[in-house]
T-cell receptor, first 112, second 112 residues
């Protein structure tokens, strides 16, 4: 089947620390991969995406590389800010399938 | 910018009431989705629609129905609200291919 597994949270970091949130996937075809972010009280916003193996998605200092050999799409940021505190969701979608598969979300808390 | 709007941010209903949640998107997207989000369970797909008057069940359709009479509007209906339907409801839309989904701000529904 198709599924996404994320590291459990919450993740608590100090400002300017390095962030990694792990995401691995299982897919029956060739998925596109996404990271979404949800700020408190809001809906999900697309953070970045990658549509094929070895693609790197990036936005707002966040990066993730589509690794087919390890079926992973880990989210990284070199220096987090308090404003990055949110819940992060990894997701996949498959060509010809009108469905997304979301991970359970990882809450990030960044302390000043 | 794609905009997805939901009819209410907060809603309080009584057990047994019929509840309508409305979602409107302004980008001519073919696909529209309804999810519910609960702590520890992530996002779960209730229903989705890939065209006007077309719908498919998601992972948890029991107790819900949907209506899509116009391309831009997708309604979620709770025929007889129950307390276990207290949740955050998120609407999303996307183009026909597995492009990113765009989310509304969510409706926090409380059933008492």
């Amino acid at each position: 089947g198709n599924s996404v597994t994320q590291m459990e949270g919450p993740v608590t970091l100090s400002e300017e620390a390095f962030l990694t949130i792990n995401c691995t996937y299982t897919a029956t075809g060739y998925p596109s991969l996404f990271w979404y972010v949800q700020y408190p009280g809001e809906g999900l916003q697309l953070l970045l995406k990658a549509t094929k193996a070895d693609d790197k998605g990036s936005n707002k200092g966040f990066e993730a590389t589509y690794r087919k050999e390890t079926t992973s799409f880990h989210l990284e940021k070199g220096s987090v800010q308090v404003s990055d505190s949110a819940v992060y969701f990894c997701a996949l979608s498959l060509y010809n399938f009108n469905k997304f598969y979301f991970g359970s979300g990882t809450k990030l808390n960044v302390k000043p | 910018d794609v905009k997805v709007t939901q009819s209410s941010r907060y809603l309080v209903k009584r057990t047994g009431e019929k509840v309508f949640l409305e979602c409107v998107q302004d980008m001519d997207h073919e696909n529209m989705f309804w999810y519910r989000q609960d702590p520890g369970l992530g996002l779960r797909l209730i229903y989705f629609s890939y065209d006007v008057k077309m719908k498919e069940k998601g992972d948890i359709p029991e107790g819900y129905s949907v209506s899509r009479e116009k391309k831009e509007r997708f309604s979620l209906i709770l025929e007889s609200a129950s307390t276990n339907q207290t949740s955050m409801y998120l609407c999303a839309s996307s183009l026909a291919e597995p492009y990113e989904q765009y989310f509304g701000p969510g409706t926090r529904l409380t059933v008492t």
